[in-house]
Nanobody, 115 residues
Framework: QVRLVQSGGGLAQPGGSLRLSCAAS????????MGWYRQFPGKERDLVAT???????YYVDSVKGRFTISRDWPKNTMYLRMDSLKPEDTAVYYC?????????WGQGTQVTVSS
């Protein structure tokens, strides 16, 4: 069983920055692919960014150059640094990993970008 606990997020002004954290139980951060998703009201969860076990990162076009995904192995934590935030980034953000064939999700955290 894997537990993902999220922190961070909140309210930011357009052009501002926020950082999300996703702490994993057990030493899995360096051994599995992990990712960030977001969900707009009334919509399905969409992929935002991923980091593979070998460190390869992927971003969807809408966040490229603005968001940065990273991992801290000793802390078993994944991060999403969000810069140059836009109102359209407002959503609930979730971290996710797959371990031994099962998907595990964080509890979700609200990010609101508004002036």
């Amino acid at each position: 069983q894997v537990r993902l606990v999220q922190s961070g997020g909140g309210l930011a002004q357009p052009g501002g920055s926020l950082r999300l954290s996703c702490a994993a139980s057990g030493s899995i951060v360096s051994r599995t692919n992990m990712g960030w998703y977001r969900q707009f009201p009334g919509k399905e969860r969409d992929l935002v960014a991923t980091v593979s076990s070998n460190g390869t990162m992927y971003y969807v076009d809408s966040v490229k150059g603005r968001f940065t995904i990273s991992r801290d192995w000793p802390k078993n934590t994944m991060y999403l640094r969000m810069d140059s935030l836009k109102p359209e980034d407002t959503a609930v953000y979730y971290c996710k990993t797959r371990w031994r064939g099962t998907d595990f999700w964080g509890q979700g955290t609200q990010v609101t970008v508004s002036s």
